[in-house]
């Protein structure tokens, strides 16, 4: 009797999950799992999720941002080359980054004294404490954390110049209220805002999935920067799973020179990135990629 009822229940419990996905070019990238949150902002579509293989997820306008056991596959690729290769690491400035992961790496660095958050929708933080805690972790109650809820575009023009050591973008596909991260009048005002020895570093998008776009985001920080240099991995969720992040300084690819202090300190804390890691997933760029950049 208990047997029936148990697989009686687990039969129900089934029937409740439905696929919840992203739909890109014709092909889904998706889970099972619960739509357990769903919410309309003033700005974008926020819905939460609920799923078997990769616990509680987020997506924005119907497009994945996260998942509570693949986000260091993310968060750590995107922040620390930049971090560990930036020349000072007094002030960090983080535009996007509402889920928390993206803060919770930077404050692993002691030597971080004032971390800015921009975020232009403040649902997507009170969310994310709320259903993925685990993402911003103690990020959230870092005395060095400070969040703005601004629009980053007109927020940064009123920057100060030569104010920030590493410049962090973890916005969403060029779309909707992220589409100016990209435009070459943004990061022109980055680049003004960054410190001599400072690193910008921005997610770059699939270089299958979102193929021109990507080229055009390395083309445009190649403009604007001396060096710029995209990096490989993987994010099984995202479109194709193939995923990157790009990397810009002047005087010299200084994101490409971890500094070993700080090695020391982040490492043993890392699941995905490591010195060795970096060094590999910035040589794995294909050939059509590199052929169009030197053309």
């Known amino acids: 009797m208990i047997i029936f009822e148990y697989k009686k229940m687990k039969q129900q419990t089934e029937k409740e999950l439905i696929w919840i996905y992203e739909s890109h070019n014709d092909v889904r990238y998706g889970l099972k799992g619960k739509l357990i949150k769903q919410e ?22 119907n497009a994945w941002m996260t998942t509570e056991k693949q ?18 690491l007094n002030k960090v400035l983080i535009i996007g980054g509402g889920d928390g992961g993206t803060a919770r790496e930077c404050l692993k660095y002691k030597q971080i004294k004032n971390l ?35 629009n980053a575009i007109e927020w940064i023009k009123q920057a100060k110049n030569n ?56 083309q445009t920080l190649r403009k604007v920067f001396d060096y710029a240099d995209p990096l490989y991995g993987s994010v099984p ?13 002047d005087e010299k690819p200084r994101y490409l020179s971890p500094k070993k202090e700080r090695v020391l300190e982040i ?29």
């Open 163 to 218: 104010y920030y050591d590493v410049i962090i973008v973890d916005g969403a596909d060029p779309k909707g209220p992220a589409k100016q991260l990209f435009d070459i009048n943004f990061l022109k005002d980055c680049k003004r805002v960054l410190k001599s020895g400072g690193i910008f570093a921005t997610q770059s998008e699939s270089p299958e999935s979102f193929r021109e776009i990507h080229i055009e985001i390395i």
């Open 40 to 61: 309309k902002t003033p700005f974008q579509e926020i819905k939460i999720i609920e799923s078997k293989r990769y616990g509680k997820g987020l997506l924005l306008d």
């Open 116 to 150: 800015d958050m921009v975020e232009i929708d403040i649902r997507v933080i009170e969310l994310s404490k709320q259903y993925l805690p685990s993402l911003g972790d103690k990020a959230w109650n870092d005395s060095r954390l400070n969040i703005k809820i601004k």
């Open 237 to 249: 969720i995202y479109p194709s799973g193939w995923w990157s992040w790009t990397f810009a300084s």
């Open 71 to 88: 986000e260091k596959q993310y968060h750590e690729c995107l922040v620390h080359p930049a971090i560990c290769g930036a020349k000072d």
């Open 267 to 295: 490492s043993a804390q890392c699941e995905i990135w490591s010195t060795r890691w970096q060094q590999g997933a910035f040589n794995t760029i294909p050939a059509f990629i590199e052929r169009v950049l030197k053309s």
